[in-house]
């Protein structure tokens, strides 16, 4: 299944992609006799009741997409998608995390996942523009694969783990390469408002199937900079889920970005920044494409 956020005249509501068009989450719910738990309007909410069942509730939601033309919001082409969970309780990223970027930064390969955060302002959606470049004059791209977590976690062990994971989805984790390197915290060079685009859906995991067999691919104005496999992530999803959970709770709807291989702007001689007017894809096998323009400064 795939899942996303639309704009709708009543604010952001859930939605379901099925080929080329959006159908709203809530009324296939209704209309599902599968939806034990009732309908929602929002991404986060329906992960909160049927996160440990979306296998089985996939199927009935797809059937009343075919039966029920109401339920259809229209063409994907003429709907305003935005950030697939609007309003995640936690941003958790992943640094150093493929063996092939750890070893161009020149670092030990770390013993614990190397892990910081972002804020619900920071996201931004797959049709959105890429801001920054008004703060920032390195901004720089980093194509990641995102988990998108789909039951409540809380001291899970990495056997168990993928079984809190709902969906996976495309993220790149642009990153203010001057602010970054200004102190010894990586915060403000990844906090910037509207600088982090995901999307376009959440495709669940049970579509996915082996979330360590992935080729990840980044594009910037069409020429690949990026290009490895979530095989060579050091820390594999389970194992970060699992280590998370062990300090601190997961809720359906977290999103944890899993780190960036080789190829960073940052590490290129000479370095390769992101400019206004720039279009960066990020690509993952069997989850999709994430395409957005770098916005031009606005003052």
């Given amino acids: 299944m795939k899942i996303v956020s639309y704009k709708h005249e009543s604010g952001v509501r859930g939605g379901v992609l099925i080929d080329d068009a959006v159908y709203d989450l809530e009324l296939l719910l ?31 939601i797809a059937a009343v997409a075919a039966e029920d033309p109401v339920a259809r919001v229209g063409a994907l082409s003429e709907v ?9 309780s936690k941003v958790l990223c992943i640094g150093l995390n493929y063996k092939d970027h750890v070893a161009e930064t020149g670092r030990a390969f770390p013993e614990y996942p190397d892990v910081f955060a972002k804020f619900a302002s920071t996201m931004i959606g797959p049709q959105d523009e890429i801001g920054g470049t008004r703060v920032s004059e390195n901004l720089d791209f980093e194509g990641e694969v995102a988990v998108v977590i789909g039951r409540r976690a809380s001291e899970v062990s990495e056997d168990e783990a993928l079984d809190y994971v709902a969906a996976l989805a495309p993220l790149n984790d642009i990153t203010a390469r001057d602010l970054q390197y200004r102190g010894t915290q990586w915060l403000a060079g990844k906090a910037v408002d509207g600088s982090t685009p995901w999307g376009p859906a959440l495709v669940t995991l049970d579509e996915v199937g082996d979330p360590q067999a992935l080729d990840i691919t980044t594009r910037v104005n069409g020429i690949e900079v990026q290009h ?31 780190g960036t291989p080789q190829g960073i702007g940052a590490k290129r001689n000479p370095p390769v ?8 894809e990020i690509e993952i096998e069997k989850v999709g494409l994430l395409r957005n323009r770098v916005a031009k400064p606005q003052r």
């Fill in 228 to 258: 490895s496999n979530t095989q060579y992530q050091i820390f594999s999803i389970a194992r970060v889920v699992s280590y998370l959970s062990s300090f601190l709770t997961l809720e359906p709807g977290d999103v944890i970005a899993t």
């Fill in 273 to 280: 920044w992101l400019e206004p007017g720039d279009t960066v």
């Fill in 80 to 88: 305003t998608l935005t950030t697939p969970v609007a309003d995640p």
């Fill in 30 to 60: 209704q209309g599902s006799t599968d939806a034990v738990h009732g309908a929602t309007s929002s991404v986060r909410g329906f992960l909160d009741l049927y996160g440990d069942r979306i296998p089985a509730i996939s199927a009935g």
